[in-house]
Every structure is written in C-alpha cells, then in structure tokens.
C-alpha cells in the first residue's frame, strides 16, 4: 500500500517490537563492566567463591589481564575479522539513507542492575574469550555468542532467584545453588533421566515464580503489575531456554532441559582452550561448575538431591551414549 505519512502506515506496521536479549545486550554490557570496575574487589569475591576448588583452575583470575584478552578480541571480532560484512552494512546504510524514517524519539528511563552478578560475569567473561580465541569461523562465532548470551541471561535469572529465594537449599558443588537435570532431546517417556529433567524445568519456574511474587508482595503490587514483571523475566526464562533449545518443547506439556548438539558444542568452544584436550568427565564438571547442568554420575546425584531435597538411591541406569555421540556428531 502506498502511505502519504510514516503515521498512517503505523497500522500495518509495528514499530516497537524487539528481539529481547537482556535489553539489547546493555545488561551483560554492565555485568562485565561492573566486574572490571573494581577489580581488586571483586577478584577476593571470586576467590572465596572458589575456595581452591580445582574444577575452576581452567579459568583466567587476574581479571586485568582477563580484561584486556577480551578487550583485544572483541577488537579482532569486530574490526578485522568481521571487515566483510561491516562493508557489506555500510553499502546498505549508504544506499537507503534516503529513505530513512525520522522517528519521534521516546524517553528512556536511567536505571541500575543488581551488583550481585560478579561471579556469573567472571564466568561470562572467561567463555567469551575462550569463545573469542577458538579455532572456529567468525560467522561461527557470532552465532555462538548469540547463545552465549541467552545462557547468561538464563543464567543470570536463576542466580538472583536462588539469591532472593531463602528457602532454596544449598547446592554443595554450585555457587548459585540451583541444579538443571538435562537429557537427550531424543529420550523417551521410559528414559529415567527424562523425568527428572522434566521435574528439573518445573521446579526452576516455580523458584523463579515464587520470587516475583514474594518481592512483589513486600511493595506491595497488584496482580496488573505482575504482567509486566513476568513479561520480562520469568517469560524471558522460558522463551529464552526454547529459543536455543535447552528446554523443549516449546508448547504442551513435559516441558524439560535437554542439550541439543549446539549446546554441545558451545559447551566445547566455550569450556576448553583451543589446542587443548580434557577427559570427559573433566569436561561434565566443567559444565556444572559454569551452569549447574548435571546428567551422569555424582553430579547427577547431587541436583537429584537438590530437587527433590531428600537423599535418593544412587543413580546407575544413566547412560552417557547420547552425549558422546552428540559430541562425535558435532565433529
């Protein structure tokens, strides 16, 4: 249809929808310069955090130099490496200036994060630069920041949740005391692991439910506030975690965890130096010391205990085909 005003044409068009990635990113932005902000500070938190837990020891703890290694790649990223396509958005940007909308502008409101993201941000900031310094292609890498970043966001939710939330119990290996129990996307109804997860992706929204209403309630809100209160963050949670497929499916009912073979491999990318080689069951534990995702042995059992706060029979039908195929798959 040909329009007369940008006004008029507003009733086909919607013009305030956005992807939601934390704000467009400026969340995981303050995180990470919250963390490098006070860095003498921050890295006596991250250390008694650890407390000589040697599962963290493949991690960069001079945040300085931690810092600058992530300053120096991004630069990479976006400056050299990506030179190709940042051409090809300037022949673009250039050749539709003309048409450009000169939409009123909107107020934007100051506002301010919780300061308590510092571990969750060093751990961030360690996975983006070993992301950054791998072997992979570059369109490769953007695709994996991506997701990434939606984990982080996931990440982040579930932390402050576990935060706020003092009924939570204790996770002995986890510093945010929360557990995601995942299986195979292909598991079946019989798979034991299945349930669990299953029962795992039920517990987390109810955590992060019951948050938002307990905070609510000492301000005081009304059930309309809440709409909005769910609309960025407990539905950011969900819609998020199907987006990447941590959580599958994406509607009815038997909603659970599952790692898909791009987890997989953001969890090699991300996890392992590049040139480097670890065990496997290095790697499980390097996976549930960065996000508390269990699926085979003691670390199984210790977020089956978790979830269902009772001490339960070991766990020996679990299998780790699936996994190891998924890796053989991935390359």
């Keep these: 249809e040909n329009f007369s005003t940008w006004d008029d044409s507003q ?43 040697p599962i963290y020891d493949h991690l960069e703890f001079d945040l300085s130099k931690l810092q600058q290694n992530l300053d120096n790649q991004f ?14 958005a300037n022949f673009i940007d250039r050749t539709l200036k003309d048409y450009d909308i000169n939409n009123a502008q909107r107020p934007a409101h100051l506002a301010k994060i ?75 109804s019989s798979d034991p692991i299945r349930k669990h997860a299953e ?27 809440y709409v909005q209160i769910d609309a ?8 998020m975690a199907k987006t990447i497929g941590l959580v599958i499916p994406n509607n009815g009912g038997h909603q659970r ?8 491999r953001l969890f090699v990318y991300t996890l392992i130096p590049a040139g480097q080689r670890i065990q496997i069951n290095e790697f499980l534990a390097r996976i549930q010391a960065h996000y508390s995702i269990s699926f085979y042995a003691d670390q199984l059992q210790e977020a089956i205990c978790w979830q269902y706060e009772k001490v339960s029979e070991p ?4 299998k780790l085909t699936w996994f190891e195929e998924s890796l053989r798959q991935s390359g």
Excluded at 12 to 34: I, K, P, T, W, Y
Excluded at 232 to 239: A, D, I, Q, R
Aim: hydrophobic letters at 40%.
């Design 75 to 88: 630069i990479k990223l976006l400056k050299s490496e990506t030179n190709s396509i940042e051409k090809v």
């Design 11 to 53: 009733v086909n068009f919607h013009v305030s929808d956005h992807r939601f990635m934390a704000r467009g990113g400026e969340v995981l932005f303050l995180q990470l310069g919250h963390l490098f902000s006070d860095i003498e500070k921050h890295q006596q938190v991250i250390a008694d955090v650890v407390a000589n837990n």
């Design 315 to 318: 766990t020996t039908d679990i």
């Design 199 to 225: 029962s795992s992706y039920q517990k987390n929204e109810e955590i992060i439910y019951r948050v938002l209403r307990a905070e609510g309630k000492k301000n005081q809100l009304t059930e309309r506030d």
């Design 232 to 239: 960025h963050s407990l539905n950011v949670f969900k819609k």
């Design 257 to 264: 965890f599952v790692l898909n073979a791009n987890l997989t």
């Design 114 to 188: 919780p300061t308590c993201y510092v571990f969750e941000a060093f751990l961030f900031a360690n996975e983006l630069f070993t992301l950054l310094n791998s072997n992979i292609s570059k369109l490769e890498k953007i695709e994996f920041l991506q997701i990434l970043c939606i984990m982080q966001v996931l990440r982040s939710i579930m932390a402050r949740s576990c935060q706020l939330d003092t009924t939570v119990p204790k996770m002995p290996n986890f510093h945010g005391n929360y557990a995601w129990i995942a299986c195979s996307p292909t598991a079946t």
